[in-house]
């Protein structure tokens, strides 16, 4: 069974021409690593030119070492982001969005990320348009159901910004694992607690305490980010299982 603890390194599906097939095909020939692969390229048939298979490794190699989140964003298919979780950790902005609605034309009341260590909020009428000067330090984003809702809504917000970091979508990513519904359920599933005054909440009522809070409730605004910082301070908590389980289940198919 191939030791995939960094499953980046083990990586080989940024290189063109090479599929999830061809990758596995190359971990059963024991081209479990790049640097297993580069010491000796010759041993493995790769099913397309070898030349070009090791100048696309090394660079991977040589880009990660620079921290070039953009190539892997790139060259790496979205529903395998996951594989980029060990490598760019300590610059991953956990992010939910609160909105006046759940269509994605609706304005944004409340962005807010976490780092691993420190909870921002970004407020409409206080400091949202400094989210995108913030968000530009990340090189990689994770969301639940971020494709769907909350980049689209952040991108028709903010036309000017990238967004061109890595983006892994926790939504799909649980489902591969098992685990089916919404954010919170995942939670009920997993057995991770809200606070007492958050725990009931949903998205329905960040829109009221939004209401509440435009007719002059400090209170409702309080709430409203203790909600959203539970969203995003539980997204690294489930980002955690699903990369191990994911990981588990890439090490599986190589046996």
């Not at 021409?17 to 690593?33: N, V």
């Amino acid at each position: 069974m191939v030791n995939l603890t960094c499953v980046l390194t083990s990586t080989f599906i940024h290189v063109r021409d090479i599929d999830l097939r061809s990758e596995r095909s190359l971990w059963q020939q024991g081209a479990t690593t790049w640097e297993s692969f580069l010491a000796e390229p010759q041993r493995y048939a790769t099913g397309t030119d070898l030349k070009k298979v090791v100048r696309a490794v090394e660079n991977g190699r040589a880009r990660l070492e620079s921290g070039e989140y953009q190539y892997f964003s790139r060259r790496i298919p979205n529903r395998q982001h996951w594989r980029m979780f060990p490598e760019f950790r300590d610059s991953i902005a956990y992010l939910d969005i609160e909105t006046v609605g759940r269509s994605s034309s609706q304005p944004i009341t409340v962005i807010g990320i976490y780092d691993g260590v420190e909870y921002k909020p970004f407020i409409k009428g206080e400091n949202l348009a400094e989210f995108s000067d913030a968000i530009s330090h990340y090189s990689a984003i994770v969301t639940f159901f971020g494709a769907g809702f909350d980049l689209p809504v952040i991108r028709s917000a903010f036309p000017s910004l990238g967004l061109d970091q890595i983006h892994i979508d926790l939504c799909p990513l649980m489902r591969q694992i098992g685990y089916r519904g919404g954010l919170k359920a995942i939670e009920r599933a997993v057995g991770i607690e809200r606070s007492p005054a958050t725990k009931n909440l949903s998205g329905r009522d960040a829109v009221y305490l939004w209401g509440q809070h435009l007719r002059g409730s400090k209170e409702a605004l309080d709430l409203l980010l203790a909600y959203n910082r539970e969203d995003v301070v539980n997204l690294e908590k489930l980002m955690e299982m699903a990369y191990f389980d994911m990981r588990s289940m890439t090490m599986a198919t190589t046996a």
